[in-house]
């Protein structure tokens, strides 16, 4: 998981997703959510899947994001295949080299912003006090330095959001994951959030690969991969909206 | 991380402070009642012992006619007399003190006061037989009893009636028609196990019993000490094979007396005692069980309602093994305070009924020590089923969870 072992070739691909399928049900009943998915993402992407509901966008997300295994296909992640691991390999890769942004933010209620950032460290193994920085550290990254006491339902969405981003970001990840983070955000609050984003992916390089389904949202993003009926029906590279 | 999982359960629990003790109160219940019943059982096996012992040392009983169940009286049981008594002292071996006794109600009366009480015919080795000191005074001197003068010694609760606060040495007192003067108090013994009070008596030589109270040579009751605990047995047998030979009983005949071992009964009635205790812990055990079966109730409800934090815990990376601990630290935490709360209720109570029961209080840190590991032991067993469930949730449904 080295850069020499990413790097060697090149043009290695962070993501590499080759004829993915996923059917659920079996016989007459199988549904088959994805029909063969070609995906390459490289690291430091910044990636927007959008496409209509049961075009298979939500189930290639939960398969990148090694929460759930293909039906057929490869899967390599800095060329590990997915497929082959374990639950608990596939949750320690998670651990090490994801972080997960959702549009109902997640955070454990009753839990204050500080220890919500810490949740994942905390599973890391990172010691108390290192943890407490790094955690300190995001907060402060996504603009909430003097929060950190406050609990979920204190905040705002937005700022329920953006704890959310820093919980993702704070075990500096290879790959952030973000389902429709601004689905429940008004457009000021979107646009907050999209900049935020879009400044990590810039200053640290962290790949983003996120659903959503507003253009304007996705036109933060350096590419946008459409979905329809569980294939992908256009990949786009545009200019980055200033 | 186990510190983190610690303090973790820890907060879970405060934030539902009311529904955590009530989803403990069975354990509480069970770990207090469990902790009560042994103890005050120990408690009441203790006293009865201590009851038997204090009825005297190695003492065998042996009284006229048959005492074994309902059915089995014979005719007017013959009395013994003095001979038997001096049978049984000079050919019965490894005993140590033999007592005639015969007694009789009485009424006794010093001044204004009176008393009904057990009078009682014997000899100076009575108080070594039944292992009673003097409280104050002598016993009956060597001449006293041969020449059946009317003397006698005060059970403690006679003395209280007849003179209160003053001082009954040297005092003549009526004992139904004869004059007697007290020349010793009995030490306090307390109530017997079955309840009589034994300091209601008045002893006195028994040939001045014999002459002047019964008007007849009859023994009633022979006490027996054996010079050790092991001798019972071997004094027993002997002194039946003696009494049935002098009383002249055929071969194939049942005896016509009774010889009672005190051991024996105390070793009875321990025994039953022991099996209560143990049958009232074993129900104790069981409402232990049925707090448990609340513990894995509440945390089935908990997992539910915490299915979406559970999710994100999985998606952003805790392990089953990590998901599953926090649930059963939590259990355990929650069961293990039942414990203890079951603990100190249970060292209050025991402490309340020893003392309304007039028993020992048996401090035993073992059994304790036991229910609480029990208590700690049900929040494992119970923990388990749901805490595997939280572990084996889809992350991907637990996180669309509402």
New interface residues.
């Given amino acids: 998981m080295s850069d020499a072992r990413t790097g060697g070739a090149g043009a290695q691909a962070l993501i590499r997703m080759r004829a993915i399928t996923k059917v659920y049900g079996a016989g007459q009943a199988a549904m088959h959510a994805l029909r063969g998915i070609d995906l390459a993402i490289h690291s430091g992407e910044f990636v927007a899947v959008m496409g209509p509901s049961g075009s298979g966008k939500s189930t290639c997300m939960n398969i990148l994001g090694c929460l759930d295994t293909p039906s057929g296909g490869s899967y390599r992640f800095q060329e590990i295949e997915v497929p082959s691991l374990t639950r608990r390999q596939r949750a320690l890769l998670r651990r090490h080299r994801f972080g997960f942004v959702f549009q109902g933010y997640n955070l454990l209620p009753r839990t204050t912003a500080l220890e919500n950032v810490e949740l994942p460290l905390m599973y890391r193994g990172t010691p108390l006090r290192e943890r407490r920085e790094l955690a300190l550290g995001a907060l402060a990254d996504v603009g909430l330095s003097g929060w950190e006491q406050h609990r979920p339902g204190e905040l705002s969405g937005g700022q329920q959001q953006r704890v959310a981003i820093a919980r993702a970001i704070v075990t500096a990840p290879a790959v952030l994951l973000a389902d429709e983070p601004t689905g429940n955000l008004d457009s000021i609050r979107s646009h907050e959030v999209m900049e935020l984003l879009r400044g990590f992916n810039r200053r640290s390089g962290v790949t983003i690969v996120m659903v959503t389904h507003e253009a304007d949202m996705a036109a933060y993003a350096g590419r946008v991969v459409q979905f329809a009926d569980g294939l992908v029906a256009s990949d786009v590279r545009q200019a980055e909206n200033a | 991380?186990w510190w983190?999982t610690l303090a973790l359960a820890i907060r879970e629990i405060r934030?539902r402070v009311l529904r955590s003790f009530l989803t403990v109160l069975g354990v509480v219940i069970g770990v207090a009642a469990v902790i009560i019943m042994v103890t005050v059982g120990r408690g009441a096996t203790a006293r009865i012992t201590a009851d038997i012992s204090s009825l005297g040392s190695n003492l065998l009983v042996v009284i006229a006619g048959q005492h074994r169940g309902p059915g089995g009286s014979s005719a007017a049981p013959r009395a013994f007399d003095l001979r038997d008594v001096a049978a049984i002292a000079d050919q019965v071996a490894s005993i140590r003190a033999v007592a005639p006794t015969a007694s009789r109600q009485a009424t006794v009366v010093y001044g204004n006061q009176n008393r009904a009480t057990s009078v009682v015919g014997t000899t100076d080795l009575y108080l070594t037989t039944r292992a009673w000191g003097l409280g104050t005074g002598r016993n009956f001197a060597e001449a006293e009893l041969r020449a059946g003068k009317a003397v006698c010694l005060l059970g403690e609760t006679v003395r209280g009636t007849l003179f209160g606060r003053m001082d009954p040495l040297g005092q003549r007192i009526r004992v139904g028609k004869i004059s007697c003067q007290v020349i010793g108090v009995l030490a306090a013994k307390g109530q017997s196990s079955m309840g009589n009070d034994q300091d209601d008596t008045l002893l006195m030589p028994l040939r001045t019993f014999h002459r002047r109270i019964a008007g007849n040579q009859d023994v009633g009751a022979v006490m027996v000490s054996a010079a050790a605990q092991s001798d019972t047995e071997k004094a027993r047998a002997d002194i039946q094979t003696l009494l049935r030979e002098r009383r002249h009983i055929a071969a194939g005949n049942d005896d016509d007396f009774t010889v009672l071992d005190m051991k024996e009964i105390a070793a009875t009635l321990t025994g039953t005692t022991r099996v209560l205790t143990m049958l009232l812990g074993a129900v104790a055990a069981v409402s232990l069980l049925v707090g448990g079966i609340g513990i894995m109730n509440i945390m089935l409800v908990s997992v539910t309602e915490r299915t979406?934090?559970i999710?994100?815990?999985?998606?952003?990376?805790?392990?089953?093994?990590?998901v599953l601990r926090q649930f059963l630290v939590e259990a355990v935490v929650l069961s293990s305070l039942g414990g203890l709360v079951g603990v100190a209720v249970a060292l209050a109570a025991t402490a309340a009924i020893t003392r309304t029961m007039n028993i020992p209080f048996l401090f035993d840190p073992g059994i304790i020590a036991l229910a609480f590991a029990f208590s700690g032991a049900i929040g494992v067993i119970f923990g388990y089923v749901p805490a595997r469930r939280a572990a084996r949730l889809d992350?991907?449904e637990a996180?669309r969870h509402e």
Wanted: proline fraction near 5%.
């Fill in positions: 991380m983190d934030r979406r934090e999710g994100t815990r999985l998606a952003i990376g805790a392990l089953e093994s990590e992350p991907i996180l």
